[in-house]
Nanobody, 125 residues
């Protein structure tokens, strides 16, 4: 199984980025997909998740209204559109896949089925 994340970079505060995560080697249409992030010196934290059909996204409070998760099951890809970025959004962003939606609720998320390698997002002030 591979989860290949891309789209990170350096952006000024208030700007936007779109992260992508292409999955291979798993049954994508039966996998819940999500995004996490880990800032330097901090624990990994949940950002967003989405169900199989893409109809019920869920977000952590600090990104609600700014980030949008979506998926394209024809491309085995999940996206994270990030708008109104803030310096505190600076982190390495990881995509993850899991067959159990509840695993997204259990830090430190050791039971997640699969992790991508991460893509770095830096927001300058």
């Amino acid at each position: 199984v591979q989860l290949q994340a891309s789209g990170g970079g350096l952006v000024q505060a208030g700007g936007s980025l779109r992260l992508s995560c292409e999955a291979s080697g798993l049954l994508f249409t039966r996998s819940y997909m999500g995004w996490f992030r880990q800032a330097p010196g901090a624990e990994r934290e949940f950002v967003a998740r989405i169900t199989w059909g893409g109809g019920v996204p869920d977000y952590t409070d600090f990104v609600k209204g700014r980030f949008t998760i979506s998926r394209d099951n024809t491309k085995n890809t999940v996206y994270l559109q990030m708008n109104s970025l803030k310096p505190e959004d600076t982190a390495v962003y990881y995509c993850a896949a899991d067959r159990d939606y509840r695993d997204f609720d259990e830090p430190p998320y050791v039971d997640m089925d699969h992790w991508g390698k991460g893509t770095e997002v830096t927001v300058s002030s």
